[in-house]
């Protein structure tokens, strides 16, 4: 299991690898500035090649996450129809998100061109990777939290708390740190969460 949890590990910081190369900067902005299209901008000054194996990191980290997301399963004692669906669904995340990070390689190249109406045209369909990947995260985080709440793992219930969500829940924090630290902490944040919650999950077990 323990294996299974330092993939994981792995998986969360090449995602996070991945945002970095997409969009780090150490340039300052005024975070009143920091939307989607600004973001754009900030890519757009990249490498093709950077954003490139940005974006490949995002298909990579799906592949390991979802083998280290079956540590789920061995934590489940008499219960593994329950392991194997929240390692499913977990795993699922992962793939998710994978998929959705894969997508921004293209549009930090179209970002060179600023052409607003190309970007404009695929953004409903990243918002649909997004949201898909949003009630994925918060639908496995719940059934995990319920699942440990009833016993049905060998986690003790403290643990709740160092399941992504509530890391996540810090986001706020993060969004007041001045840049680059912006940047390189609440840039990286979604993945993040993961890092702490498997390192954490490695310590408890």
């Given amino acids: ?19 970095m190369l997409l969009y780090f900067t150490t340039e300052k902005f005024d975070l ?10 900030i890519m757009g000054k990249n490498s093709d090649k950077r954003l490139i194996f940005g974006g490949l990191c995002g298909i990579l980290s799906a592949f390991l ?6 540590h789920l399963y061995y934590l489940f004692e008499g219960n593994l129809y329950w392991g194997l669906a929240l390692s499913l669904c977990f795993a ?31 953004m409903p369909y990243m918002l649909i990777l997004k949201n898909i990947t949003v009630i994925s ?3 496995s985080n719940a059934l995990i939290i319920l699942a440990i709440l009833l016993g049905y793992t060998s986690l003790p219930i403290y643990t709740v708390f160092i399941t992504p969500v509530f890391w996540y829940a810090l986001i ?25 919650y498997y390192i954490s999950l490695l310590i408890i077990v």
Avoid: C
């Fill in 172 to 196: 706020l924090l993060m969004r007041k740190l001045p840049q680059p630290y912006f940047l390189l902490i609440s840039g990286g944040w979604g993945n993040l969460v993961f890092v702490f």
């Fill in 137 to 139: 995260l918060l639908l």
């Fill in 65 to 70: 996450g979802a083998i280290g997301a079956f």
């Fill in 1 to 19: 299991m323990k294996l299974l949890i330092s993939i994981g590990i792995l998986a969360s910081l090449v995602m996070y690898l991945g945002d």
């Fill in 32 to 41: 009143k500035d920091y939307k989607d299209e600004f973001i754009f901008e």
């Fill in 92 to 122: 699922f995340v992962y793939i998710a998100g994978g998929a959705y990070h894969s997508h921004w390689t293209y549009l930090g190249i179209l970002g060179k061109f600023k052409n607003k109406q190309i970007i404009d045209a695929v």
